[in-house]
């Protein structure tokens, strides 16, 4: 034990006294945190549009202005001529058009039907749906202004409530998904790295001649930083509180409990890759390109998992940061307790256990 | 004097198998796995039913949701905490709560409520749910009006019809968004890497010594380093517009020689990126670290996975300095909507500008004494 210890002493040592490094292993997850957790967001606000008014009488300037004011609509320009539609999405200035026909408040009160249509610019799917169900709502407010004081018959009421996130913001979904990606990054290349420079160092060589057994080696590389992690995990849930706005609901030490384990199962990946690199730089390549692509695809916050098609789909439960994110939505943003994680927790126990088990199993005594 | 230059770079590439295989097939790989994967489109919103009414109306209200094809019904729970249960363990998106009564209440009283509860951790997926059910409930509400009300049909209200169109992508085709910028990302990643590890390269293995006794101007070496990889990059880029028509059907609206023209300056900044970062690293490693850390901000804040005005504004003009940002805009107005030259105009100058810096600087920067 007290081998151990000195073998721990001797990794944070190596930690501590490489300020550089160190600085940068506490920095970056705070830096990424920041500006992945406010820049990522699918949130439609702002879209720019423009209308197309033939009519210009009371009723369609006053929807106009109802639509300019809205928080998800920044009136930039009027256009005179479908043709200057088409010119105004070629340029990329608008994401939607609105056109009022001739005569519209005329048809409206003497025909009692007009129309108002909505042009999308729907290479961007999502956004275009979401527009126009916003102007479609604005319109629809308009004009149960204007009947409100007849009642129709056989009217359905419908009440929506928006649960857990009732402004609707995105960072609800995106910050537990960054958490994620940020921890997985950090951790995995950290170990990794620690490892393989030993060997590119040649001290593995003195390593390897001690007493000390494989087992205990790579556990005394993997606990000081995570510690580091840990300190990591706190900078980051704290950010997430205070500077992000997103609450934990759920219980912070069960949050801490869960986080923990994941770094556990990112420190066990990063000590396989370093078995099979040779060199910091494969290390680096690998945790880069083995991680990066496959934990922003496949955690489930960038991309719904449902939509893909079912090949991916079974690819995805080997990412263990799609379970650390169903983990965090439930605990940090639903406030579930631990009955409703515990599947998922087993999962990441066991990839860590699996990891762990092969990384010792492959764990080189002699040096090639 | 370029010409020597060229040939011995060249030379390096194509006798170095691992790294053609690199350049080539990890792109082809990509985009043939990433644009399956990256598909946003708001289907398949898993419905929780709780009826407390049990009745014709009821029973026909939940079969003209699930019939709109947006829906699938998941869960049919007898009390709303049940239902909720299924939303907390993720079985279920939106529960749709049929009152006791509800049949009754709307033909004799003529009002009835429905409630909805929509798991909104994903703030778009539930504002679009909850938008679909009530249009859907909107229909139906319609429907059992025409079935009570005969002729005079209602119309001394005033009714506003809404009608939208879709441009530039009719069938809501989520690959069709992805692809270009994907091919994109793709080109950026290969060109700036392999570009940034290229100097150090010579610098680590100690070549760059004999560079730096011969007769090589500093602008011919940069133009010697930079020419063989934009050859590279624009082959992976023919590559990729081939996949693109021939496996996604995409054919570009507007033309291929728009989005060469583009791609052409796009690249000479991009690699004088590569080769600035790589005259101020030492080592391998150092450039990788940086030249990932800058990939991967360039990646996430381009507007390839969420949409740029949705971002705090300061993020905006983060994005005003991403080179990356403007190709991926470009590409997609190029080939989604058809913008030509004029179209992109301001585009094109902000692109030659990054070029003329980054260039400008590598060249500076670049110095022929080690140490």
Same mark, same amino acid.
């Given at each position: ?19 550089r ?27 720019? %549009? ?10 369609? %300037? ?14 930039v ?45 729907a ?12 102007a ?26 928006m ?30 790295i ?46 997430s ?34 078995n099979?690199?040779q ?15 496959p ?15 079912w ?12 379970? @650390? @994110? ?20 087993? %999962? ?21 | ?55 014709? =109306?009821?029973? $026909? ?9 947006y ?9 709303? $905490? ?46 679009l749910? &909850? ?22 049909r ?75 990889f ?13 996949i ?36 101020y ?34 993020a ?9 940002? =403007? ?25 030659? &500008?990054?070029?003329?810096?980054f ?13």
């Open positions: 034990m007290k081998q151990f210890l000195i073998f721990v002493k001797k990794e944070w040592l190596h930690i501590w006294r490489d300020r490094t160190l600085f940068i292993l506490i920095w970056m997850p705070i830096v990424q945190i920041i500006l992945y957790g406010f820049a990522l967001t699918n949130e439609v606000k702002n879209s720019n %549009i423009a209308i197309f008014d033939q009519s210009r009488d009371e009723a369609t %300037i006053q929807i106009s202005d109802e639509i300019a004011a809205s928080r998800y609509f920044n009136l320009k009027n256009v005179y001529s479908y043709k200057d539609i088409g010119a105004t999405f070629r340029k990329g200035k608008i994401r939607m058009a609105i056109v009022f026909p001739k005569n519209f408040r005329y048809d409206l009160l003497h025909s009692n039907r007009a129309q108002i249509q909505l042009i999308a610019d290479s961007d799917p999502n956004t275009a749906n979401t527009l126009t169900n916003y479609s709502s604005i319109i629809n407010d308009y004009q149960q202004a204007v009947n409100q004081n007849a009642e129709l018959p056989y009217t359905i009421n419908t009440q929506v409530r649960l857990y996130n009732p402004e609707l913001k995105g960072a609800y979904g995106f910050v537990p998904g960054v958490m994620a990606l940020v921890l997985m990054l950090v951790c995995t290349m950290m170990t990794s620690a490892i393989v420079k030993e060997k590119e160092m040649g001290t593995m060589e003195v390593i390897l001649v001690s007493p000390l057994k494989p087992f205990r080696i790579i556990i005394a590389k993997a606990v000081p930083y995570l510690f580091v992690s840990l300190l990591n995990i706190i900078s980051i849930l704290l950010l509180v205070y500077v992000l706005g997103v609450p934990i609901v759920g219980s912070i030490w069960l949050l801490m409990a869960e986080s923990t384990l994941f770094t556990l199962t990112s420190l066990s990946l990063g000590i396989l890759i370093s099979s690199a060199t910091q730089q494969t290390a680096m390549f690998i945790s880069m390109m083995s991680l990066f692509l934990t922003l695809l496949f955690s489930g916050f960038l991309f719904p998992i449902e939509n893909m098609p090949p991916l789909q079974v690819i995805s439960n080997v990412v263990p940061s799609k379970w @650390y @994110y169903i983990i965090v939505k439930n605990i940090m943003i639903k406030g579930l307790g631990f009955e409703s994680v515990w599947q998922e927790t087993t %999962i990441l126990i066991g990839m860590t256990a699996a990891l762990l088990g092969i990384s010792i199993y492959k764990f080189k005594i002699r040096l090639a | 004097m370029l010409k020597f230059l060229l040939q011995k770079e060249l030379k390096q590439i194509f006798r170095d198998p691992g790294i053609i295989r690199v350049l080539f097939i990890m792109p082809m790989v990509q985009l043939l796995i990433l644009p399956l994967a990256a598909d946003y489109e708001i289907k398949n919103i898993n419905l929780g039913v709780v009826d407390h009414d049990h009745t014709e =109306y009821s029973r $026909k209200l939940v079969n003209k949701i699930v019939a709109s094809g829906f699938r019904l998941k869960d049919y729970s007898p009390t709303f $905490k049940q239902g909720l249960k299924a939303i907390e363990l993720d079985k279920t998106d939106l529960i749709l709560e049929i009152p006791a009564h509800f049949e009754r209440d709307l033909v004799d009283e003529n009002k009835s409520t429905l409630f909805v509860a929509v798991d909104a951790i994903n703030g778009v997926k539930a504002g749910g &909850g938008a679909y059910v009530q249009q859907i409930i909107g229909d139906y509400n319609q429907d059992v009006r025409d079935q009570w009300i005969q002729t005079p209602y119309d001394e209200q005033p009714t506003i019809d809404v009608v939208s169109s879709d441009w530039y992508n009719p069938n809501m085709n989520y690959r069709v968004f992805m692809v270009p910028g994907i091919l994109v990302m793709l080109v950026t990643m290969i060109g700036s890497s392999f570009a940034a590890n290229n100097i150090v390269r010579e610098k680590e293995m100690g070549t760059i010594e004999q560079i730096n006794v011969s007769p090589i101007k500093k602008y011919q070496f940069i133009l010697g380093k930079l020419i063989p934009w050859l590279l990059a624009i082959s992976i880029l023919t590559i990729g517009l081939i693109a028509r021939v496996i996604y059907g995409i054919v570009p609206l507007g033309s291929y020689f728009t989005i060469y023209a583009f791609a052409s300056i796009y690249l000479i900044a991009i690699l004088g990126l590569g080769l600035l970062l790589s005259t690293a030492q080592t391998q490693q150092q450039s990788m670290l940086v030249s990932f850390f800058v990939t991967m901000i360039f990646n996430l804040l381009s507007g390839l996975y969420t949409p740029i005005e949705s971002m705090p504004v300061w905006q003009w983060v994005t005003k300095f991403n080179p990356v940002s =403007y190709f991926i805009e470009v590409m997609r107005m190029v080939m989604l909507k058809g913008s030509g030259l004029a179209d992109i105009g301001f585009q094109i100058l902000a692109i030659l &500008g990054f070029a003329v810096f260039n400008g600087w590598a060249i500076l920067n670049y110095s022929k004494r080690t140490g």
